[in-house]
């Protein structure tokens, strides 16, 4: 039982999206989009995610696409931390 928790415990989260502003000082907040089913009508559904994310060297900007993955709280929003610039804006 206790490998089951130590094999979980190592899996961090990690979404892609889309940063949507930078305007605070080492962090930017991230849209995750998602598509889900919905049950009743059978249509999919976007659904939107926004997370501040920790941004060490101001990296990102406005439009840019971004890999983001949990990590301990940093702040009261933060807990998450930028992990790469996937695509940069045009």
């Known amino acids: 039982m206790e490998e089951q928790n130590v094999q ?3 899996r ?4 892609v999206g889309i940063v949507t502003s930078d305007k605070m000082d080492k962090t ?3 849209s995750i989009n ?15 995610k ?3 994310a920790h941004d060490e060297n101001n990296d ?17 929003d933060k807990c998450w931390r930028l992990d790469s610039v996937v695509e940069r804006a045009k």
């Open 12 to 15: 961090k989260r990690a979404f």
């Open 8 to 10: 979980k415990k190592g």
């Open 28 to 30: 930017i907040v991230v």
């Open 50 to 52: 926004k997370c501040k």
């Open 60 to 76: 990102a900007h406005i439009g840019d696409t971004v890999r983001i993955v949990e990590c301990a709280p940093i702040s009261k």
């Open 34 to 48: 998602t598509k889900k089913m919905d049950r009743l009508y059978k249509k999919y559904v976007t659904r939107t």
